[in-house]
């Protein structure tokens, strides 16, 4: 089945601390997004990439640090300079940059991430 | 400016009757995409709905439609016959400029919880 896949499903991280977030997709999907969500809020973008070995700043890009050295991978960092990160992070991806006509986003299961 | 706002909080709605879920947005660009996503407890996003900017007539998917009106910037979802399974968030999304540009990028609106009655 193809699909988007993050872990881990909950991380507990104290601070100080870096943690890394793992999205894996097997769609053959060039672009890939990382959206924060707060309790009961809307999603925040937070880093995209369009193609290999490139991405974005989103609106939200301080303190997380991300790579794209492969089409199907796209970890997110979230660095000690990241002030307050206890949120729900979660992965999408589109089919292409050029292709179809909607070219809805595709969504992982998210991961809950908790500061102690 | 918020882009995309959606005004009702939470909301119930009983099993087997209509409900609309209200969205409006701020765009300058002539060509954008508006999206619809529910999100259950569990977390993750399911895409329901699609309105292009250019499109001549509302979208339906199901038991989903959107009521687009350009004019006033709104594209409200009005889901159908309400079932148990229904109950999740909702989100209004909306995608800048024409198809590829800016990333295709997605801003968010706050959401809408439904809570559907037996």
């Known amino acids: 089945d193809g699909g988007i896949t993050q872990s881990p499903k909950y991380l507990f991280r104290k601070e100080g601390q870096n943690v890394t977030l793992s999205c894996e997709q097997n769609l053959n999907h060039d672009a890939m997004y990382w959206y924060r969500q707060d309790p009961g809020q809307g999603l925040r973008l937070i880093y995209y990439?369009?193609?290999?070995?490139?991405?974005q700043k989103g609106d939200i890009a301080e303190g997380y640090s991300v790579s794209r050295e492969k089409k199907e991978s796209f970890p997110l960092t979230v660095t000690s300079a990241q002030k307050n990160p206890t949120a729900f992070y979660l992965c999408?991806?589109?089919?292409?940059?050029?292709?179809?006509?909607?070219?809805?986003?595709?969504f992982g299961p998210g991961t809950r991430l908790t500061v102690l | 400016a918020q882009k995309i706002t959606q005004t009702q909080p939470g909301m119930f709605v009983q099993e087997k009757e209509a409900v609309t879920l209200d969205c409006t947005y701020d765009t300058s660009d002539q060509s954008y995409g508006l999206f619809w996503y529910k999100q259950p407890s569990s977390g993750e996003m399911i895409f329901l709905i699609y309105q292009g900017s250019y499109d001549e007539q509302n979208a339906t998917e199901g038991r989903y439609s959107l009521n687009f009106q350009k004019a006033r910037k709104s594209a409200n979802l009005v889901i159908s016959a309400s079932q148990l399974g229904d109950s999740a968030m909702y989100f209004c999304a909306m995608r800048e400029g024409r198809l590829g540009a800016a990333g295709n990028k997605l801003t968010f609106g706050g959401g809408t919880r439904v809570l559907v009655k037996p």
């Open positions: 990439s369009q193609i290999v070995n490139d991405f």
């Open positions: 999408a991806s589109s089919i292409d940059y050029w292709g179809g006509r909607i070219n809805e986003q595709f």
